[in-house]
């Protein structure tokens, strides 16, 4: 190798020196902020070294869940470990690619839809901004939910450039111990800690007997869960090697999602086990309508649940309440919406909130209406056709491989995925940071080993 092609790379490290040397100095006045200093500079480090690691850490972030969450501006916004974990490794794969000169842009079946939904997304707010309606401040925090956007979405590219087809079963593997994890995070909070009830203040909602683990709420944990439990059954369906484990992962991951006692996570899991008994093992029909019988016979908070669907109980007409606020701030914007992640600030000045911070003033009760009602029709049909083409591409990807682990992951995300859509029309689910890690980071996974087979 070459003075000339190692002097990039040593350009890196020299940087990282410099600000190990400069973490030094800061820590002997500031320990906190010199220690922060040095675990970024450390996780810079390290990925830059092993990309793989980097990504590795990120999906560790969905055990530590809303721990650690950091309120900025008055509670508006929030600053989570992750927001902060993974740019930094973004940006060191990207110092990485750029030395390699590796930083282009593969030809992905997503490349143009994810490029018009970003469009969409940021012209949305140049739009509220220009109307004059939002405060700097507001458009601040809402400008730092794009930020998010791109955040999450890098991951996807992240994900396909580190997998090899010989490695994905690890990367599966290491999904269902995180899944373990957060299950068993979720028993241990059932049992420590029933009543959330006390941090209400903090703008959490009261759940009473109800599995959250590190997430906080049981309603977003049920569509992770859901989309875990239909993911481990497919690759059961597929692999010898590993049966076991997948089985394993998805019958506590089951055990855990009833725990939740989220309907929206009870009907988006029976749409995604639907789909995939359809399209992969029939007779899981049969099993799944015997295991949902059994569960509803002998767990009375579950026919509590169902039941309340019917009579409309008080979180039921909350919900419905939520979708038509939407509908009337729809109606007064209809095209491009009143600005991505501004309608909390809307939702005040309708008289439809008192409180900002709150943790879901941020959305409504349907991630369809919240696309609607902040970016319009224009963003709500560019962000179908991206759910649209998301699920084509692993569908094809499913039916042209011929790995049996890459067909199971993409035959299970495509019912995962479904089941996550609906899901997402109860609670903002879509959206929701670590359910979108997850949905970008296995479709990276996914596409990174078919790429993989298309260069062989």
């Avoid at 869940?65 to 600053?79: D, T, Y």
């Avoid at 420590?192 to 009261?206: E, M």
């Avoid at 239909?230 to 992962?249: D, Q, Y």
């Amino acid at each position: 190798m070459s003075v000339l092609a190692l002097a990039p790379r040593a350009g890196v490290w020299a940087v990282v020196a410099v600000a190990a040397v400069g973490t030094a100095l800061v820590t002997v006045w500031q320990p906190l902020v010199g220690l922060a200093l040095g675990l970024a500079a450390l996780t810079f480090a390290l990925t830059f070294r092993w990309p793989g690691l980097g990504l590795a850490l990120a999906l560790l972030t969905l055990i530590i869940g809303q721990v650690g969450r950091i309120p900025l501006f008055g509670s508006e916004v929030a600053i989570l470990p992750n927001d902060v974990l993974i740019p930094l490794v973004v940006l060191a794969w990207l110092a990485r690619q750029l030395v390699d000169r590796r930083l282009t842009v593969r030809a992905s079946p997503l490349r143009n839809i994810l490029l018009i939904v970003s469009g969409v997304l940021v012209l949305s707010l140049v739009v509220a901004w220009l109307s004059g309606a939002f405060s700097n401040r507001q458009l601040l925090v809402a400008g730092s939910y794009i930020l998010r956007w791109f955040e999450y979405l890098a991951l996807f590219f992240l994900a396909r450039s580190v997998v090899r087809t010989n490695t994905l079963w690890s990367w599966l593997v290491f999904f269902g111990l995180i899944t373990l994890a957060l299950a068993g995070l979720g028993f241990l909070q059932l049992s420590v800690v029933p009543d959330f009830s006390a941090y209400v203040p903090q703008g959490w909602d009261p759940h009473v007997g109800r599995l959250l683990a590190t997430w906080f709420d049981p309603n977003f944990l049920a569509g992770f869960l859901g989309f875990a439990v239909v993911l481990f059954l497919s690759l059961a369906t597929e692999r010898v090697t590993g049966r076991w484990f997948s089985l394993g992962v998805a019958a506590v991951a089951i055990v855990a999602l009833v725990l939740t006692f989220s309907r929206s996570g009870y009907l988006g899991f029976m749409v995604g086990f639907g789909v995939l008994a359809i399209v992969r093992a029939r007779h899981f029909l049969s099993l799944g309508v015997l295991a949902l019988l059994v569960t509803f016979l002998f767990v009375p908070r579950v026919q509590e649940r169902v039941i309340g669907i019917r009579s409309l109980d008080e979180t039921a007409q909350l919900r419905i309440e939520s979708w038509r606020n939407a509908l009337e701030v729809i109606a007064d914007h209809p095209w491009l919406g009143v600005g991505y992640n501004t309608y909390r600030y809307v939702q005040v000045r309708y008289g439809f909130l008192d409180d900002v911070a709150r943790h879901s003033a941020g959305g409504s009760d349907s991630s369809l209406l919240t696309i609607a009602v902040t970016t319009g029709v224009v963003g709500l049909m560019v962000f179908l056709a991206l759910l649209a083409r998301m699920l084509q591409s692993a569908w094809m990807a499913a039916r042209l491989t011929r790995d049996p682990t890459v067909r199971a992951l993409g035959y299970g995300f495509v019912a995962g995925l479904l089941g996550l859509i609906v899901h997402g029309q109860f609670v903002n689910g879509l959206l929701y940071p670590h359910l979108l890690e997850v949905q970008w980071v296995m479709l990276g996974l996914l596409l990174g080993c078919r790429d993989q087979e298309k260069r062989v």
